[in-house]
């Protein structure tokens, strides 16, 4: 898998540099120290990183007095995207005189490595790997760490190695289990790579399918057959997939995902699910784009016109930036939705029950709370998509190196609404982005079900979306519109 190693933190530079030590001016005594390090760590909860930086910039010499200080100052170079810098400020920290305990040491240590790593230095890295794997042979957040410094420097069976080791270590951190599952991708696709229209761009469609009717997908199929566009579905775990495994028989260009997780409302196993989809599409081939929808979506345009401007260098994706309070809380709180369990949705009491993997979620959210959540942009926007494919590089390269981000995000509240989006608003500095989908939230239910073509035609704030949900999968009328539109594509050929 291709890595973009060099903008794992959005390739933006620091706001100031470090003062030489000459000029630094450090506070007099503790108490000063103290309010500092409150001062910047203020300004980094509401996101103002390149301030922050600002603030402690002029007195680098404090760092030596207040270990916080000095590991606050080693994460806005994280933010900022100097890997270099940060891996420096890091390493310091691994001897810093003040460091409070040995999980501080590991931390310093893994995220030494993780940066040098970032920046390129893979030799550096190695170094510090070394180093850190004799001094905590049995941790498994150092197995973790040196295992993503062997994956961006290539090395995929060293890292999933490290990754089996660190999984042996920590058997119900999810996040290693992933790491350790991508390493043993295999390096030929298989299954057949997606057929591509001459001159046209590949096109995957991944298909979020939950509702057991496999009408609507079939429908997506004949659709999308007509411009050589690939339909990957993932069918929640919950369901019976029985109907869908019957209608892959018969199309082509369809093909259901093997591994299946339980989705929940607003759990973080629908990023999951979209990464590992991800990974599949890339593993399968070149492509130009990834759409993600849901089986009641149906497209609004022809299919030729929907290939057009997936051609074109827009990122189809609904991105609100800076958010309201509301949304701003989905992320700076702490849920966990993924079972039955937790989730807010209604089920039987009896389901309620808590399982020991609920309570190791439970208590890594506890350890994230102690820990708090990583500082970012939030950005925030419809759920699906129509992603080009050095979009879903950097979603994938960031997903896969930044564990704090990750984590925070898998202890949010409908995580599928801002992860992506999160990621995209600072990787890709003045790419354009518009919506994809058209979905009725002005009238009950929310969303609305389209089931008539009049329905469709007369939408309130029509716009020049490409797609539309949720419709009534066995509405003739709906089937009609949409052949309507497939055979337009015909009568050009």
């Not at 109907?243 to 196993?269: C, Q, S, T, V």
């Not at 057009?308 to 509301?326: D, I, K, Q, T």
């Not at 506890?366 to 959540?373: D, E, H, S, V, W």
């Amino acid at each position: 898998m291709e890595r973009f190693l060099g903008r794992m933190f959005g390739g933006k530079k620091p706001a100031t540099e470090v003062a030489p030590p000459g000029e630094d001016v450090p506070p007099p005594d503790a108490a000063e120290l103290e309010r500092l390090y409150q001062e910047a760590y203020m300004l980094r909860a509401e996101g103002r990183v390149a301030q922050a930086e600002a603030v402690l910039a002029p007195r680098a010499g404090a760092r030596a007095q207040h270990f916080h200080l000095a590991r606050l100052y080693a994460e806005l170079a994280e933010l900022l995207g100097a890997t270099a810098e940060a891996a420096a400020r890091w390493e310091s920290i691994c001897a810093h005189r003040a460091i409070p305990d040995d999980q501080w040491q590991r931390e310093a240590h893994a995220r030494a490595i993780l940066n040098r790593a970032a920046s390129g230095d893979h030799a550096a890295a190695q170094t510090l790997a070394e180093a850190a794997l004799a001094l905590f042979p049995a941790e498994a957040r150092i197995m973790a760490s040196c295992a993503g410094a062997a994956e961006s420097r290539g090395d995929r069976p060293g890292a999933a190695a490290l990754w089996q080791r660190a999984v042996d270590l920590a058997p119900d951190d999810t996040a290693y289990q992933e790491g350790l599952r991508r390493t043993r991708l295999p390096a030929e696709p298989s299954a057949t790579p997606v057929r591509t229209a001459p001159g046209g761009p590949r096109i995957v469609v991944l298909v979020l399918a939950y509702l057991q009717n496999a009408a609507g997908m079939e429908r997506l199929a004949r659709y999308f057959a007509t411009i050589d566009a690939e339909l990957l579905v993932h069918v929640d775990a919950k369901v019976d997939d029985s109907a869908y495994r019957d209608a892959a028989k018969r199309h082509a260009n369809l093909r259901l995902m093997a591994e299946r997780l339980p989705i929940y409302w607003g759990g973080f196993n629908t990023v999951r699910a979209i990464l590992r989809a991800a990974e599949l599409a890339v593993a399968a081939g070149p492509f130009d784009r990834l759409v993600l929808i849901t089986e009641d979506t149906i497209p609004l345009l022809a299919p030729q016109d929907v290939r057009r401007r997936l051609a074109s260098a827009v990122e189809f994706m609904h991105l609100v930036r800076r958010p309201g309070p509301a949304v701003q809380r989905r992320y700076r709180g702490f849920y966990f939705f993924d079972s039955l369990a937790t989730n807010p949705r209604h089920c039987d009491p009896a389901d309620r029950e808590l399982n020991d993997d609920v309570i190791t979620s439970l208590e890594r959210l506890r350890a994230l709370r102690a820990r708090g959540k990583a500082s970012v942009d939030l950005c925030h926007g419809s759920t699906y998509w129509a992603l080009s494919r050095e979009a879903i590089m950097a979603v994938l390269e960031r997903h896969e190196r930044d564990a704090h981000v990750r984590e925070s995000f898998e202890f949010s509240s409908i995580p599928e609404e801002q992860y992506f989006h999160t990621i995209l608003g600072g990787a890709l500095p003045g790419r354009h982005f518009a919506p994809c989908l058209y979905a009725d939230f002005s009238r009950p239910p929310h969303p609305y079900v389209f089931t008539t073509q009049a329905d469709i035609l007369s939408r309130p704030q029509a716009g020049a979306e490409m797609f539309l949900r949720k419709t009534d999968m066995g509405s003739a009328e709906i089937e009609g519109f949409v052949e309507s539109l497939r055979k337009k594509k015909e009568l050009l050929s």
